[in-house]
């Protein structure tokens, strides 16, 4: 289910601290509980009880493609920050970018021949270009600067930021309501965050 995948999405952080615990960078105690602290809060946030257990469903095989793809990530940046210090987060993401898309024109030129390019609606172009600036060069950009000056284990802990701000989108554009339940597991997300980030 997409509530189980945002909780097992968010093991990233969890990850980076293990495999910075293997080089110079060790996470300390406080860093660890802060951690721990913040991924229950990203449960209770998504849970949306303290009574009943609202996450389910899915497939094993779901779960560890999940778990991989977090492991996969929280490794890919860890593994950055020998080539951030020597290009900079600006070339460091364009050179990721090129290698990305130069990976990935091969698999999609087959279904893009077959595209009426024409049939797609604005809209659709404009979340494209939102994606492209934004999330991708910006959002990345501002990723690998914040692994640079935090060390990927503290800069991970902020990932525990998307579904908060993910209900708080939905709440601004779709109307939809948000729980004193969730208040309360975003204000402990920020407190793990404060205490991993070590100030």
Known sequence: TASKAAILVNASPIWAAVFSSFGSNRPGRRTWFGIAASLAGVFLVINNSLTSLNIGGGSFTGDMLLLFGSAFWAAYSTLAGPFLTRLGPLRFTAWSM??????????????????????????????????????????????????????????????????????????????????????????????????????
């Open 98 to 199: 090129l290698f990305g898309a130069l990976f990935l024109f091969p698999l999609a030129l087959p279904q893009a021949l077959t595209m009426d390019f024409a049939a797609i609606p604005a809209k659709a172009y404009l979340g494209y270009s939102y994606t492209i600036v934004l999330s991708n060069a910006l959002g990345f950009l501002w990723w690998y600067e914040s692994i640079r000056q935090l060390g990927v284990t503290r800069a991970m802990v902020y990932s525990y930021l998307i579904p908060l701000f993910a209900i708080a989108t939905a709440v601004i554009f779709l109307g939809e309501p948000v729980s004193l339940v969730q208040l309360a597991g975003s204000a402990v997300v920020l407190v793990g965050i404060r205490l991993a980030r070590g100030t």
